[in-house]
């Protein structure tokens, strides 16, 4: 249960669709302007909020991952996003959305920050710096948003799921094998990609048979996965 404290290359731009934009000192501006008092803790599968409650606050992940979710009305789920620290979520409250349109909730042991609706406005007005980091935020989620939708109108899904797996490793750098965390399941990964998870379970075993990836406790993603969003084949 939730805790609650109180306290470009082209190759790249192909894979998240543009350079994100620094996010270091939200954290300390949101708590230098009082918004970031209400902080929760969870672990993974908890929810922060569901789908259909009223959206009233603005949520800052200080630490962990957050996956957003959205259930149609004859029970099909799929993943819009998986958030990591840094991110913001629930911002269409300040744009009168009076409901959330998804439900979070954490993959990994997260931490939240809760700030509600007329506390972000006052802040974002007297905070200038928090303000143009916010919009940074919200314009590099608008063109990573138009990069998902490209990528499921055009893309197989292979190239699909080396594009999320990439994304979760952070695109390490010079060959490193970076591990993916949090530790994610290959239905969740069917939901963010698209297909069935038989397709994940083919396409993961195939990227390990070739070393693009290793899997055994714990996922490890090599920059090589590159090749098949580059060529579109691995």
């Known amino acids: 249960m939730p805790s609650k404290t109180t306290s470009k290359s082209p190759k790249r731009a192909e894979i998240d669709g543009g350079a994100k934009p620094k996010r270091l000192g939200a954290r300390a501006l949101l708590a230098s302007a009082g918004?970031?008092?209400?902080?929760?803790?969870?672990?993974?599968?908890?929810?922060?909020?569901?789908?259909?409650?009223p959206a009233d606050a603005?949520?800052?992940?200080q630490q962990g991952k957050i996956q957003l979710t959205v259930v149609s009305e004859h029970g099909r789920e799929g993943v819009i996003?998986?958030?990591?620290?840094g991110?913001?979520?629930?911002?269409?409250?300040?744009?009168?959305?009076?409901?959330?349109?998804?439900?979070?909730?954490a993959m990994a042991?997260?931490?939240?920050?809760?700030?509600?609706?007329?506390?972000m406005v006052r802040v974002l007005r007297e905070q200038p710096a928090l303000s143009e980091l916010f919009m940074a935020f919200l314009l590099s989620r608008n063109i990573q948003t138009e990069a998902d939708?490209?990528?499921?109108?055009?893309?197989?899904?292979?190239?699909r799921l080396a594009r999320v797996l990439l994304l979760l490793a952070n695109f390490g750098k010079d060959g490193k094998m970076e591990r993916v965390l949090p530790k994610i399941s290959q239905d969740a990964l069917a939901a963010r990609v698209g297909t069935t998870r038989s397709r994940i379970n083919f396409f993961m075993n195939k990227f390990r048979k070739l070393g693009l990836i290793e899997y055994n406790g714990e996922l490890k993603v090599h920059t090589s996965l590159l090749n098949v969003i580059v060529h579109d084949q691995a």
Do not use: W
């Open 149 to 159: 939708l490209v990528d499921q109108l055009f893309n197989s899904s292979e190239r």
């Open 109 to 119: 042991d997260s931490s939240v920050s809760r700030i509600d609706k007329a506390t």
């Open 81 to 85: 996003a998986m958030l990591g620290r």
């Open 87 to 105: 991110d913001f979520l629930g911002e269409g409250c300040l744009a009168g959305q009076p409901l959330h349109m998804a439900s979070a909730f």
């Open 58 to 61: 603005v949520f800052y992940i």
């Open 35 to 53: 918004a970031a008092r209400s902080t929760v803790k969870y672990r993974p599968k908890d929810r922060v909020f569901k789908q259909g409650d």
